[in-house]
Protein backbone atom coordinates (compact mmCIF):
# COMPACT_ATOMS: atom_id res chain seq x y z
CA UNK A 1 0.00 0.00 0.00
CA UNK A 2 2.68 2.63 0.91
CA UNK A 3 4.91 1.86 -2.11
CA UNK A 4 2.03 2.19 -3.94
CA UNK A 5 1.27 5.55 -3.04
CA UNK A 6 5.08 6.57 -3.80
CA UNK A 7 5.04 4.80 -7.32
CA UNK A 8 2.07 6.96 -8.10
CA UNK A 9 3.65 9.83 -6.66
CA UNK A 10 6.59 9.90 -8.86
CA UNK A 11 4.32 9.11 -11.42
CA UNK A 12 2.59 12.39 -11.24
CA UNK A 13 5.43 14.37 -10.39
CA UNK A 14 7.96 12.70 -13.14
CA UNK A 15 6.52 14.97 -16.28
CA UNK A 16 6.29 18.12 -13.88
CA UNK A 17 9.41 20.50 -14.15
CA UNK A 18 9.99 22.98 -11.12
CA UNK A 19 8.33 26.69 -12.29
CA UNK A 20 9.46 29.74 -11.06
CA UNK A 21 6.66 29.77 -7.80
CA UNK A 22 8.47 26.35 -6.85
CA UNK A 23 11.68 27.46 -6.94
CA UNK A 24 11.05 30.31 -5.07
CA UNK A 25 9.06 28.18 -2.25
CA UNK A 26 12.45 25.98 -2.34
CA UNK A 27 14.66 28.52 -1.81
CA UNK A 28 12.50 30.39 1.14
CA UNK A 29 12.57 27.16 3.06
CA UNK A 30 16.14 26.21 2.54
CA UNK A 31 16.96 30.26 3.84
CA UNK A 32 14.22 29.04 6.72
CA UNK A 33 15.88 25.47 7.62
CA UNK A 34 19.42 27.06 7.19
CA UNK A 35 18.76 29.65 9.77
CA UNK A 36 16.71 27.64 12.21
CA UNK A 37 19.14 24.98 12.00
CA UNK A 38 22.43 26.92 12.99
CA UNK A 39 20.52 28.48 16.17
CA UNK A 40 21.65 26.38 19.00
CA UNK A 41 19.02 25.87 22.13
CA UNK A 42 19.80 23.90 24.89
CA UNK A 43 21.87 21.17 26.21
CA UNK A 44 25.29 19.67 23.99
CA UNK A 45 26.60 15.85 24.85
CA UNK A 46 29.61 14.96 22.92
CA UNK A 47 29.65 18.09 20.47
CA UNK A 48 25.86 16.59 19.34
CA UNK A 49 24.25 20.03 20.47
CA UNK A 50 20.39 20.15 21.03
CA UNK A 51 18.99 21.90 17.82
CA UNK A 52 15.65 23.25 15.91
CA UNK A 53 16.77 21.46 13.23
CA UNK A 54 14.79 18.47 13.85
CA UNK A 55 11.63 20.80 14.07
CA UNK A 56 12.36 22.36 11.00
CA UNK A 57 13.40 19.38 8.95
CA UNK A 58 10.05 17.58 9.70
CA UNK A 59 8.40 20.73 9.24
CA UNK A 60 9.86 21.21 5.43
CA UNK A 61 8.91 17.49 4.22
CA UNK A 62 5.35 17.54 6.06
CA UNK A 63 4.86 21.29 4.13
CA UNK A 64 6.10 20.98 1.03
CA UNK A 65 5.97 16.61 0.41
CA UNK A 66 8.56 14.03 -0.69
CA UNK A 67 10.34 15.97 -4.05
CA UNK A 68 10.46 19.31 -2.74
CA UNK A 69 10.97 18.58 0.92
CA UNK A 70 13.82 16.74 0.53
CA UNK A 71 15.31 18.94 -2.34
CA UNK A 72 15.26 21.78 -0.16
CA UNK A 73 17.36 19.29 2.77
CA UNK A 74 19.62 18.51 -0.07
CA UNK A 75 19.92 22.39 -0.81
CA UNK A 76 20.95 23.29 3.49
CA UNK A 77 23.47 20.25 3.06
CA UNK A 78 25.39 21.42 0.20
CA UNK A 79 25.62 25.20 1.54
CA UNK A 80 26.53 24.05 4.56
CA UNK A 81 29.30 21.78 2.76
CA UNK A 82 30.47 24.60 0.70
CA UNK A 83 31.41 26.67 3.77
CA UNK A 84 28.29 28.67 4.50
CA UNK A 85 27.56 29.18 8.62
CA UNK A 86 24.08 26.90 8.24
CA UNK A 87 25.05 23.75 10.29
CA UNK A 88 24.36 24.23 14.30
CA UNK A 89 26.48 27.45 16.13
CA UNK A 90 27.20 28.74 13.09
CA UNK A 91 28.93 26.40 11.06
CA UNK A 92 29.76 24.94 7.65
CA UNK A 93 32.09 22.98 5.96
CA UNK A 94 32.41 19.64 4.81
CA UNK A 95 34.53 18.67 7.91
CA UNK A 96 31.15 19.09 9.88
CA UNK A 97 29.55 16.63 7.74
CA UNK A 98 32.59 14.00 8.61
CA UNK A 99 32.47 15.10 12.09
CA UNK A 100 30.50 13.93 15.09
CA UNK A 101 27.07 15.61 13.80
CA UNK A 102 27.55 14.68 10.25
CA UNK A 103 25.36 11.05 10.41
CA UNK A 104 22.09 13.23 11.61
CA UNK A 105 22.55 15.86 8.54
CA UNK A 106 22.71 12.95 6.33
CA UNK A 107 19.89 11.26 7.88
CA UNK A 108 17.79 14.42 7.70
CA UNK A 109 17.40 13.42 4.26
CA UNK A 110 15.21 10.28 5.59
CA UNK A 111 13.48 12.44 8.03
CA UNK A 112 12.26 15.05 5.15
CA UNK A 113 11.31 12.30 2.92
CA UNK A 114 9.41 10.13 4.77
CA UNK A 115 7.45 12.92 6.46
CA UNK A 116 6.84 14.28 2.92
CA UNK A 117 5.30 10.85 1.56
CA UNK A 118 3.21 10.28 4.59
CA UNK A 119 1.48 13.25 3.36
CA UNK A 120 -0.05 10.90 0.75
CA UNK A 121 -1.84 9.67 3.43
CA UNK A 122 -5.02 10.77 5.35
CA UNK A 123 -4.70 9.02 8.69
CA UNK A 124 -2.73 11.56 11.28
CA UNK A 125 -1.24 8.43 13.06
CA UNK A 126 0.21 7.48 9.72
CA UNK A 127 1.75 10.34 8.85
CA UNK A 128 3.38 11.31 12.23
CA UNK A 129 4.69 7.38 12.12
CA UNK A 130 6.41 7.47 8.89
CA UNK A 131 8.09 11.43 9.94
CA UNK A 132 9.00 9.22 13.41
CA UNK A 133 10.45 6.42 11.44
CA UNK A 134 12.64 8.82 9.18
CA UNK A 135 13.51 10.53 12.44
CA UNK A 136 14.29 6.97 14.14
CA UNK A 137 16.62 6.49 10.30
CA UNK A 138 18.17 9.98 10.86
CA UNK A 139 19.07 9.02 14.51
CA UNK A 140 20.00 5.54 13.36
CA UNK A 141 22.42 7.49 10.46
CA UNK A 142 23.52 9.80 13.41
CA UNK A 143 24.47 7.42 16.03
CA UNK A 144 26.23 5.27 13.48
CA UNK A 145 28.33 8.50 11.88
CA UNK A 146 29.03 9.21 15.99
CA UNK A 147 30.55 5.72 16.97
CA UNK A 148 32.89 5.84 14.00
CA UNK A 149 33.98 9.44 14.57
CA UNK A 150 34.40 8.91 18.29
CA UNK A 151 35.65 5.58 18.14
CA UNK A 152 33.41 4.12 20.47
CA UNK A 153 30.85 0.79 20.11
CA UNK A 154 27.53 1.96 18.80
CA UNK A 155 25.60 1.01 21.80
CA UNK A 156 27.54 3.65 23.80
CA UNK A 157 27.44 6.04 21.06
CA UNK A 158 23.49 5.39 20.57
CA UNK A 159 23.12 6.20 24.37
CA UNK A 160 25.00 9.83 24.29
CA UNK A 161 24.14 11.41 21.36
CA UNK A 162 20.80 9.37 20.16
CA UNK A 163 18.91 8.71 23.56
CA UNK A 164 19.25 11.62 25.31
CA UNK A 165 17.60 13.51 21.98
CA UNK A 166 14.65 11.36 21.32
CA UNK A 167 11.96 12.79 23.53
CA UNK A 168 12.75 16.29 22.09
CA UNK A 169 13.03 14.88 18.40
CA UNK A 170 9.88 13.02 18.66
CA UNK A 171 7.76 16.40 20.41
CA UNK A 172 9.89 17.83 17.17
CA UNK A 173 8.26 15.56 14.35
CA UNK A 174 4.60 16.17 16.15
CA UNK A 175 5.00 19.85 16.41
CA UNK A 176 6.38 20.20 12.46
CA UNK A 177 3.81 17.84 11.44
CA UNK A 178 1.02 20.26 12.86
CA UNK A 179 2.85 23.38 12.15
CA UNK A 180 3.00 22.39 8.38
CA UNK A 181 -0.80 21.34 8.43
CA UNK A 182 -1.41 25.19 9.52
CA UNK A 183 1.07 26.54 6.82
CA UNK A 184 -0.14 24.04 3.90
CA UNK A 185 -4.08 25.49 4.14
CA UNK A 186 -2.78 29.10 4.28
CA UNK A 187 0.12 28.37 1.59
CA UNK A 188 -3.35 26.13 -0.52
CA UNK A 189 -6.14 29.75 0.93
CA UNK A 190 -3.49 32.45 -0.63
CA UNK A 191 -2.73 30.10 -4.10
CA UNK A 192 0.80 29.70 -3.04
CA UNK A 193 0.61 25.86 -3.32
CA UNK A 194 -1.54 23.23 -4.45
Do not use: E, W
Not at 6 to 15: A, E, G, L, P
Not at 97 to 103: A, E, K, R, S, Y
Not at 133 to 155: E, K, N
Amino acid sequence: MFFHHIQTMDKNSKNKKLDIKDMAIISLFAALVSVLSAIPVGFNILGVPATLQTFIIAFVGYTLGAKKGTFVVFIYILLGAIGLPVFNGFNGGFGVILGVTGGFIIGFIFLSFLAGCSMQFKNIFIRIGLGILGLLTCHVTGAFAASIYLDMPLLSASSAVSFPYLPKDILSVVLGYFAAIAVRKAMVSAKIYS
